[in-house]
């Protein structure tokens, strides 16, 4: 236990948004106990993601449906939540994960309302459909699991991404209802934005490598070669008040004897004042 509640603590503070959710989905689940029968349909009606709700109220069905759980205490959907989805967000990120979490439950939200539309308007489903229930966070949690197959490569990807789309596309043919339609879509969406996301970064850590080899080679010496001033030889011969006439007697030798020379031409003020008239 020592060792099991530091590792605990440090896996859940990596994941704040995950604990965040599945707390309030405990929350919303206690609320839920806390009320009548009738109240409960209600609520669970006005947070439904169904045809009438999104074509009244769509932007808050969208977001209050994520939050509500029907049924029993949820603890299967909150412990995949703590594991699966703490581990993508400590792959992904919090902001990526809340990102893709959204884009799946929002997108497979949005194909199913629409598939619905266009089934009852040709007669293939009832239209009590319209008034369904339809809150949880199975098409979010179906678009991160699927995303998921990218954290892996080679026959490893390609079997979690199989065994999804298989298992999912068994489910819609055996008994097909429209929330299996929806976790089919919400799979696709998430291979779509993995695959998207695994080449656009690729590509800009190719671009990021090669900048990085760039700047990292050493540039070329270039041909052009100083030119040392000569001293005239005429200059050489007029005496120790030459610089070059000057003795050297270290590495600033050469610093010492042009500040010193300086001085004596142009630091002599008895000279300044006779010859420019200065008081």
């Known amino acids: 236990m020592r060792r099991l509640l530091p590792e605990l603590r440090q896996d859940l503070s990596g994941a704040p948004a995950s604990t ?85 439950h929002i997108g497979a939200t949005l194909l199913t309302v629409t598939t619905i539309d266009h089934a009852i308007d040709h007669h293939v489903i009832p239209v009590r459909v319209e008034y369904a229930a339809d809150v949880g966070t199975s098409y979010g949690f179906t678009a991160v699991l699927a995303a998921m197959a990218f954290h892996f490569r080679g026959v490893v990807r390609a079997l979690w991404a199989g065994v999804i789309v298989v298992f999912l596309g068994s489910a819609l043919l055996i008994g097909p209802t429209f929330t299996d339609y929806g976790h089919m879509c919400a799979a696709l969406i998430g291979l779509a934005v993995g695959f998207v996301a695994s080449t656009f970064w690729r590509r800009i850590e190719r671009l990021r490598s090669e900048r990085d080899a760039i700047s990292a080679a050493p540039t070329p010496a270039s041909t052009n070669r100083l030119t040392v001033p000569r001293i005239p030889a005429a200059a050489a011969d007029t005496g120790t008040n030459s610089v070059a006439a000057q003795p050297l007697s270290g590495a600033d030798g050469g610093a010492e004897a042009a500040l010193h020379h300086a001085d004596d031409r142009f630091d002599d003020a008895g000279r300044d004042r006779a010859e420019h008239r200065h008081q």
């Not at 969208?62 to 205490?73: C, D, H, I, K, R």
């Open 20 to 104: 965040a959710y599945a707390f309030t989905l405990f929350v919303t689940w206690w609320t839920l106990r806390g009320v009548g029968d009738s109240v409960e349909r209600r609520l669970i009606f006005s947070a439904s993601t169904n045809l009438y709700n999104m074509q009244h109220n769509p932007i808050q069905v969208l977001v209050a449906s994520a939050f509500w759980t029907q049924g029993q205490f949820p603890w299967v959907t909150i412990a995949e939540i703590l594991v699966v989805m703490g581990f993508a967000e400590r792959w992904l990120g919090t902001s990526r994960w809340i990102l893709l979490f959204a884009t799946g």
